[in-house]
């Protein structure tokens, strides 16, 4: 199975920034696309950036120009730095990471997505 293991969240007032952390580990055998998701209290959850394998991003219009997606991997882990930080970015953040992994039997390979705890941010003003 893979697991997910969030980092980086926490308070910090309007302006201010965070930059939040997601490794996957398991019996991983590719990744296709790691994105960020967010869900403040009472609404879905929406998607915030998405990165694919070979790097390229995608972002919510609320947050473009402030935060940026980036990925190590080496380690298969996926970043988010939020900078210009504002009080309705306050919610709780899950990372999302989709690909194949390696099963013990026959088909060798089968596709995960699978889904962090969350972390939550909380933006004052």
């Known amino acids: 199975q893979v697991q997910l293991v969030e980092s980086g969240g926490g308070s910090v007032q309007a302006g201010g920034s965070l930059r939040l952390s997601c490794a996957a580990s398991?019996?991983?055998?590719?990744?296709?696309?790691m994105n960020w998701y967010c869900q403040a209290p009472g609404k879905q959850r929406e998607l915030v950036a998405s990165?694919?394998?070979?790097?390229?991003?995608a972002y919510a219009d609320s947050v473009k120009g402030r935060f940026t997606i980036s990925r190590d991997n080496s380690v298969d882990t996926v970043y988010l730095q939020m900078n210009s930080l504002k009080p309705e970015d306050t919610a709780v953040y899950y990372c999302?990471?989709?690909?194949?992994?390696?099963?013990?039997?026959?088909?060798?390979?089968?596709?995960?997505?699978?889904w962090g705890q969350g972390t939550q941010v909380t933006v004052s003003s």
């Open positions: 990165i694919t394998g070979g790097g390229n991003t």
């Open positions: 398991g019996n991983i055998f590719s990744i296709n696309v």
């Open positions: 999302n990471v989709r690909g194949s992994r390696r099963t013990m039997s026959f088909p060798p390979f089968a596709t995960f997505d699978t």
